[in-house]
């Protein structure tokens, strides 16, 4: 069956590696929440980033809106928001793109291999 009444958001794993100690790295997996964009909205995106107009981290603010498995060094799961994404976004050099690549994936209708 295909419903046209869908929801505004849906959720998908995102998942990237970091640095860690003695040259290892290590996996970190979240779900994230991205806004369902209108085709007019995805199709502009290539044109924006070539306008100089959208990069990589601008992108992530405009299509994410909320995450869960975020934790903070006390293992307390770390609501969503604005800050928090920026937090996100300049800590871990790899977080805009897995996010974009996630999201890039999901609207092919694959599930993402990491």
């Known amino acids: 069956m295909f419903k ?3 929801s505004d958001t849906y959720s998908c794993v995102v998942s990237f590696e ?3 100690n003695d040259g290892r ?3 970190i997996t979240f779900d994230a929440t991205f806004k369902r964009l ?3 909205e995805v199709v502009a ?3 924006r980033i070539r306008d100089d107009a959208l990069g990589d ?3 992530v603010r405009e299509i994410m809106v909320g995450w869960k498995g ?3 060094g006390a293992g307390q799961e ?3 928001s604005s800050s928090a994404l920026e937090q996100a976004i300049n800590k871990f050099i790899p977080f805009a793109p897995a996010v974009i690549a996630a999201w890039t994936n999901s609207l092919k209708g694959g599930k993402e291999k990491n």
Do not use: A
């Open 4 to 6: 046209l009444d869908v």
């Open 18 to 20: 970091i640095p860690v």
């Open 25 to 27: 790295t290590e996996k």
């Open 38 to 40: 209108s085709r007019p």
């Open 45 to 47: 995106i290539p044109q």
């Open 57 to 59: 981290d601008g992108l």
């Open 70 to 72: 975020v934790v903070d």
């Open 78 to 80: 770390v609501p969503f």
